[in-house]
């Protein structure tokens, strides 16, 4: 029995041995690896700098001459025209990538050949698409959204239906951007593309009997205004002639001159959200705000003075390695 345990014990120390020995090795071999890197650093240091110099220069040259601009506009698509502004940004994204400057001519832009990108993306403004409120109207007055967005919430989570397609579609606002390669301005490129966006003889129509309807509901509202303000005027002297309080009481009582109250200011405010809503109806695809010119800083955008040095030299030290293990295997094989 001891003999068998003492046999245990001296394996496991040579194990033990043979795994301090790999790990001495191991980090004899970084040790190593770290010396010879530096020794060919030392040795290459004109090269690389060479290179480190060369690829700071070529990269600032490109990012000064080749610098992207991105337009930004807010844009509200009226009158249930979302699906018709996106197709016809997909027109135009198409048209870009077959380079057609014949269409683009066509609609008025004038440097088609430095546009990079055209897209449109809804702006997530969950609020206004429960309030409703783009044209001025409140919850109170429209609860239907917050309803519909609730039973979407308890079926496949908030974070997905605020992002959903279905519900996106109805954000009152969307986000039209126009990446183009140099600066420009709004008369050779912007506006021929709102114009062109604008442009539908169906959405016209409906834009022209829109406006007719609510400018014909504005006059009515101003009527019953009108007739509520003579009503009032006829109930002060009344009372100021002090021949009909008895009926004042009455009126009270039964919450009729309160509602006749109420029915006026809820008049005189959609009025000024009738105002609000011509202001945003003048166009199809009406503009809100617009940042043009704006320096695109994404992915390499401006970044390339720092990324062709490091590429140069790690393309340099990747060829260098190459060609070492071909002399290895080169010597190997001769022998």
Same mark, same amino acid.
């Given at each position: 029995?001891?003999?068998?345990?003492?046999?245990?014990?001296?394996?496991?120390?040579?194990?033990?041995?043979?795994?301090?020995?790999?790990?001495?090795?191991?980090?004899?071999?970084?040790? +190593?690896?770290?010396?010879?890197?530096?020794?060919?650093?030392?040795?290459?240091?004109?090269?690389?700098?060479?290179?480190?110099?060369?690829? +700071?220069?070529?990269?600032?040259?490109?990012?000064?001459?080749?610098?992207?601009?991105?337009?930004?506009?807010? +844009?509200?698509?009226?009158?249930?025209?979302?699906?018709?502004?996106?197709?016809? *940004?997909?027109?135009?994204?198409?048209?870009?990538?077959?380079?057609?400057?014949?269409?683009?001519?066509?609609?008025?832009?004038?440097?088609?050949?430095?546009?990079?990108?055209?897209?449109?993306?809804?702006?997530?403004?969950?609020?206004?698409?429960?309030?409703?409120?783009?044209?001025?109207?409140?919850?109170?007055?429209?609860?239907?959204?917050?309803?519909?967005?609730?039973?979407?919430?308890?079926?496949?989570?908030?974070?997905?239906?605020?992002?959903?397609?279905?519900? %996106?579609?109805?954000?009152?606002?969307?986000?039209?951007?126009? %990446?183009?390669?140099?600066?420009?301005?709004?008369?050779?490129?912007?506006?021929?593309?709102?114009?062109?966006?604008?442009? %539908?003889?169906?959405?016209?129509?409906?834009?022209?009997?829109?406006?007719?309807?609510?400018?014909?509901?504005?006059?009515?509202?101003?009527?019953?205004?009108?007739?509520?303000?003579?009503?009032?005027?006829?109930?002060?002297?009344? *009372?100021?002639?002090?021949?009909?309080?008895?009926?004042?009481?009455?009126?009270?009582?039964?919450?009729?001159?309160?509602?006749?109250?109420?029915?006026?200011?809820?008049?005189?405010?959609?009025?000024?959200?009738?105002?609000?809503?011509?202001?945003?109806?003048?166009?199809?695809?009406?503009?809100?705000?617009?940042?043009?010119?704006?320096?695109?800083?994404?992915?390499?955008?401006?970044?390339?003075?720092?990324?062709?040095?490091?590429?140069?030299?790690?393309?340099?030290?990747?060829?260098?390695?190459?060609?070492?293990?071909?002399?290895?295997?080169? *010597?190997?094989?001769?022998?």
């Amino acid at each position: 029995m001891a003999e068998n345990q003492r046999e245990v014990n001296d394996a496991q120390e040579v194990d033990l041995t043979v795994l301090t020995g790999q790990i001495t090795g191991f980090f004899n071999r970084i040790i +190593v690896s770290m010396v010879r890197m530096f020794l060919f650093i030392k040795k290459k240091k004109w090269v690389l700098a060479a290179l480190f110099v060369g690829g +700071v220069a070529l990269g600032m040259y490109m990012d000064n001459s080749s610098r992207m601009y991105d337009h930004k506009l807010i +844009v509200i698509p009226n009158f249930g025209s979302v699906d018709y502004m996106n197709d016809k *940004v997909d027109l135009l994204s198409s048209k870009l990538n077959e380079r057609d400057s014949a269409f683009f001519s066509a609609i008025g832009v004038k440097n088609s050949k430095d546009i990079k990108k055209i897209e449109v993306k809804p702006v997530i403004d969950i609020y206004n698409f429960i309030t409703n409120s783009k044209n001025g109207n409140n919850y109170a007055q429209n609860p239907p959204n917050f309803e519909l967005f609730k039973l979407f919430a308890e079926e496949k989570g908030i974070e997905k239906v605020v992002k959903d397609p279905v519900t %996106s579609k109805n954000y009152p606002f969307h986000s039209l951007t126009i %990446s183009t390669e140099g600066t420009t301005n709004r008369a050779a490129t912007i506006d021929p593309i709102l114009r062109y966006l604008n442009d %539908s003889d169906y959405f016209r129509k409906i834009q022209k009997e829109t406006v007719g309807n609510v400018h014909e509901k504005m006059v009515q509202n101003d009527s019953i205004i009108s007739q509520i303000n003579h009503f009032l005027n006829a109930m002060n002297q009344r *009372v100021g002639q002090g021949s009909s309080n008895d009926k004042l009481v009455y009126y009270n009582e039964n919450t009729q001159l309160n509602d006749v109250i109420k029915t006026k200011d809820l008049l005189v405010y959609e009025q000024g959200a009738h105002r609000v809503e011509l202001v945003n109806i003048d166009q199809i695809i009406k503009e809100n705000s617009a940042a043009i010119n704006c320096l695109n800083t994404h992915g390499l955008n401006g970044k390339m003075f720092l990324m062709l040095p490091f590429l140069f030299i790690m393309g340099f030290l990747s060829v260098s390695f190459f060609q070492k293990i071909v002399r290895k295997h080169q *010597v190997q094989a001769s022998k």
